[in-house]
């Protein structure tokens, strides 16, 4: 999210004596003042519709300003002054649900603000009251839509790592309206959305559908870190967590991975494992699909690595053909793991194939009845043996083709993956080519002996 932004259009007074322009002046008295080293979002939104900040608390005399906490532990402050007419008051700004349970207004203006906050709701819209309390009477003035305004590459990202097979749940303490709003601008992410008080239940029956959820709404941020916790304890999932605010940084050190945007704060950048330095998101889903062709450079440079002491005279190709993985690297279109065992065991058996094939060139040309004696008679066929007659080279050639395709298919059961049945399929193919040319060689020699 980016900053907060308050639509003026929108803002509702709920008392005569009160216009607009003076219900934005009362929120910002009820603010940080502009020259504050650190001001709440919400606080420096409400200042930016004043045209003059510094003519906020003109003509008052501040007697205490303290803070209050609303939803999404953000700081919401009261501030208690005198007035121009020498007259003492409070003004607050705070959830309107809980300001509702505390003030004096009638049962038909609390139910107006009640549906007027859900059919803001259903455009995004999330609002913040502001009340005035004289006399130890607490009246609402005014509500404050406000909305957190995505970041212009947020839509694209979650694209990105909806398209790499990566899920996406959005962690917000809005309502479940909102929170569908938000899910359903982020381009592909759907609308699956999970109120907070249903998710117990589905953790502790480790229910999957929990995993296929977009967002979990009315959750307050310290229990962010208890839903990456369920994640990786239950479901034995990985976990990457993205924040900004000073509340964030429990769920990220939760996590497998924590990300902090350039503008978080010193908290949450010390308990992140990466800090973006640029304000776009697309470079965590570029750094997912470089850390994946990472891998499968590994994977390509390791699996050769054992042929490197049985072969030496190999060594220049092998060097060539590591550099171009560099080139030719592609990154996984699904999660990757590195599997060393697995390359390792790989890597081994085809070292142990090619010494071997090595093994067998060398005797075919240093013994040339070696391997030729079956094949010669079995194309040009022998009275003594009960093949009279010969069956032909092409299907010497078939059989042969046969075995290694044989030979092939074992493999590929094995591993199923297709770079590493295209380093399978290229030596198998030249191999067969060759040692079929080096017996039919040897056979012609032996026919014109």
């Known amino acids: 999210m980016q900053q907060a932004y308050f639509d003026e259009d929108k803002i509702e007074v709920l008392t005569e004596c009160v216009d607009k322009d003076h219900a934005v002046l009362l929120a910002a008295r009820a603010s940080k003042a502009h020259n504050e080293l650190y001001k709440e979002p919400i606080d420096a939104a409400i200042l930016g519709l004043m045209d003059d900040p510094e003519q906020v608390r003109v003509g008052i005399n501040v007697i205490d300003h303290c803070s209050r906490m609303f939803v999404a532990m953000t700081l919401m402050y009261m501030t208690t002054y005198i007035d121009e007419n ?15 349970r505390d003030c004096s207004c009638s049962k038909e203006v609390k139910e107006h603000i009640c549906k007027r906050i859900d059919k803001l709701g259903l455009d995004g819209y999330q609002c913040i009251a502001v009340g005035r309390i004289i006399n130890s009477r607490l009246d609402i003035i005014s509500l404050l839509p406000f909305i957190d305004d995505l970041r212009s590459d947020s839509a694209e990202a979650v694209d990105n790592l909806t398209d790499m097979v990566l899920s996406v749940i959005v962690l917000t303490e809005s309502p479940m309206t909102v929170t569908k709003h938000v899910c359903g601008r982020l381009g592909k992410l759907g609308l699956s959305v999970l109120h907070a008080n249903s998710m117990r239940g589905l953790v502790s029956s480790k229910n999957e559908l929990f995993l296929n959820i977009n967002g979990i709404s009315d959750l307050f941020v310290e229990y962010n870190r208890h839903v990456i916790s369920n994640l990786r304890t239950y479901f034995g999932r990985r976990c990457a967590m993205v924040g900004y605010e000073f509340s964030d940084a429990d769920s990220i050190r939760e996590s497998d991975i924590g990300i902090a945007v350039p503008d978080a704060t010193d908290s949450t950048k010390s308990e992140s494992d990466i800090i973006l330095t640029e304000h776009a ?20 440079c390791m699996t050769p690595a054992t042929l490197f002491p049985m072969l030496v005279i190999d060594a220049c190709n092998y060097c060539t053909s590591t550099a171009m993985l560099f080139e030719r690297a592609k990154s996984s279109r699904s999660p990757d793991s590195l599997k060393a065992k697995k390359i390792i065991a790989t890597g081994a058996a085809f070292g142990s194939y090619v010494a071997l094939s090595t093994v067998v060139f060398f005797m075919i040309t240093t013994r040339p009845d070696f391997i030729s004696v079956a094949t010669v008679i079995a194309v040009y066929g022998d009275v003594n043996s009960p093949l009279p007659k010969g ?12 075995n290694f395709v044989l030979l092939l298919s074992l493999m590929k059961v094995l591993d199923r993956d297709k770079m590493w049945m295209v380093m399978l399929i290229f030596p198998a193919i030249s191999g067969l080519i060759l040692v079929w040319s080096i017996c039919a060689y040897h056979a012609m020699k032996v026919q014109q002996q």
Do not use: H, N
């Open 281 to 300: 998101l697309l470079s965590v889903s570029s750094a997912v699909q470089t850390s994946r062709e990472i891998c499968q450079i590994i994977k390509g």
């Open 391 to 402: 069956i032909g080279w092409g299907w010497a050639g078939f059989i042969w083709l046969y």
């Open 86 to 100: 020498g007259s003492k008051c409070s003004v607050v700004k705070d959830d309107p649900a809980l300001m509702l």
